[in-house]
């Protein structure tokens, strides 16, 4: 295997994690950097599997910001 291909597995194990909201080897703000890195990388359903978890990850995130500055 590539290492562009380990890369994107481990991307998108982790970011399976991190979607579902189960602690990864990432945080999401290392997910969301890497993803940016591989994003022009993907093809097919690759994108749009990514693309949910992006989103997915951000709005998990944004809770937990708002969480914070709460405190």
């Given at each position: 295997?590539?290492?562009?291909?380990?890369?994107?597995?481990?991307?998108?194990?982790?970011?399976?994690?991190?979607?579902?909201?189960?602690?990864?080897?990432?945080?999401?703000?290392?997910?969301?950097?890497?993803?940016?890195?591989?994003?022009?990388d993907l093809?097919?359903?690759?994108?749009?599997?990514?693309?949910?978890?992006?989103?997915?990850?951000?709005?998990?995130y944004k809770?937990?910001?708002?969480?914070?500055?709460?405190?």
């Amino acid at each position: 295997m590539t290492k562009k291909i380990r890369r994107k597995n481990f991307l998108a194990s982790e970011g399976r994690s991190l979607a579902t909201g189960l602690q990864g080897q990432l945080t999401a703000e290392e997910w969301l950097y890497l993803y940016g890195q591989i994003k022009d990388d993907l093809v097919g359903a690759q994108t749009d599997i990514f693309a949910s978890f992006e989103t997915n990850i951000r709005n998990r995130y944004k809770v937990l910001v708002m969480d914070t500055v709460a405190l």
